[in-house]
C-alpha cells in the first residue's frame, strides 16, 4: 500500500464519519426541545459541512475549494447570528415580560 492508497483511505474514512454525524445532527435539529439546540445543531452542521469541503479539496486536489470552505463559513456564521438575534429572546425583553 502506497502512502497515496493509505490518504485516500483516510480521506473516504473521514467522509463517511463526517457523513453519520451530520445526520446525527440533523436529527438533533429536528429531535431539539429547544430553540438553542435547533441553532446549535444547525451550527454544528455547517461546520462539519466546511471540514468535508477541505477533504475534498486535499483528496481532489481542487484547491479552489478551499475559497468555497470560506464563504461557506462566512455564511453559515452570519446565518447563526442572525437565528439568534430572531429567536433567543435578549434579557431586555426578558424583564420586560415579568
Known amino acids: 500500500m502506497s502512502i497515496n492508497e493509505a490518504y485516500h ?4 474514512v473521514s467522509l463517511i464519519v463526517l457523513a453519520i ?3 446525527v445532527m440533523l436529527l438533533k435539529a429536528v429531535i431539539g426541545p429547544r430553540v438553542t439546540d435547533r441553532i446549535l445543531s ?4 455547517g461546520t462539519m459541512v466546511i471540514s468535508a469541503i477541505l477533504i ?3 483528496m481532489l486536489e481542487e484547491y479552489y475549494l478551499i475559497d468555497v470552505s470560506l464563504i461557506y463559513a462566512m ?4 446565518s447563526v447570528i442572525i437565528l439568534a438575534a430572531v429567536y433567543i ?3 431586555k425583553k426578558r ?4
Open 9 to 12: 483511505s483516510l480521506y473516504n
Open 21 to 23: 454525524l451530520i445526520g
Open 42 to 45: 444547525i451550527n454544528m452542521i
Open 56 to 58: 475534498l479539496s486535499q
Open 75 to 78: 455564511i453559515s456564521f452570519l
Open 89 to 91: 429572546p435578549s434579557k
Open 95 to 98: 424583564e420586560d415580560s415579568q
